[in-house]
T-cell receptor, first 109, second 112 residues
């Protein structure tokens, strides 16, 4: 499975935008980019996914580089409830999720 | 309505015992999964299962076995529990294709 690389942790101020980067230089043409997050003491929660084009939903936006070797999850206005570990995952045809270490996002009031 | 539910939420047991964790999804999904999250917080896939196929992560000991009485349930049975089995176990389900997975709240297993 293609691997992803994310910073271990990031900090943000409340109500400011947050850009969470993910590198996936070995991505294949059929890999989808998925983002999940895990709030403390909860199961992972789906955030967003995309293949080639940028995507928006009610939770976040996903910006995918033209060569698809990196992507950025954008939280437009961070809230305290967004403090979580964010995982960037590549999904192949077998669709087995392989989680890396993720990025721990800390939001300061 | 809980989409993916697990019971029990907490399970404390002694080494050598056999235990089961139950998972149910009411989403009508075709595929269900079990994940293990250890003390270092890494999430590892254990099993992927639908009506047709069981895919096992080869690193999972054969003391662990998934049992699916029907499409909405995937239980995890563990024989001869060991200290290293202590972890949080998550069940998940997915509709199909490249759609998102929905996770349960987790079962914290402590083996003493």
């Amino acid at each position: 499975d293609a691997k992803t690389t994310q910073p271990n942790s990031m900090e943000s101020n409340e109500e400011e935008p947050v850009h969470l980067p993910c590198n996936h230089s070995t991505i294949s043409g059929t890999d989808y980019i998925h983002w999940y997050r895990q709030l403390p003491s909860q199961g992972p929660e789906y955030v967003i996914h995309g293949l080639t084009s940028n995507v928006n939903n009610r939770m976040a936006s996903l910006a995918i580089a033209e060569d698809r070797k990196s992507s950025t999850l954008i939280l437009h206005r961070a809230t305290l409830r967004d403090a979580a570990v964010y995982y960037c995952i590549l999904i192949n045809a077998g669709n087995m999720l392989t989680f890396g270490g993720g990025t721990r996002l800390m939001v300061k009031p | 309505d809980t989409a993916v539910s697990q019971t029990p939420k907490y399970l404390v047991t002694q080494m050598g015992n056999d235990k089961s964790i139950k998972c149910e999804q009411n989403l009508g999904h075709d595929t269900m999964y079990w994940y293990k999250q250890d003390s270092k917080k890494f999430l590892k896939i254990m099993f992927s299962y639908n009506n047709k196929e069981l895919i096992i992560n080869e690193t999972v000991p054969n003391r662990f076995s998934p049992k699916s009485p029907d499409k909405a349930h995937l239980n995890l049975h563990i024989n001869s529990l060991e200290l290293g089995d202590s972890a949080v176990y998550f069940c998940a389900s997915r509709r199909g294709g490249f759609y998102e997975q929905y996770f349960g709240p987790g079962t914290r297993l402590t083996v003493t």
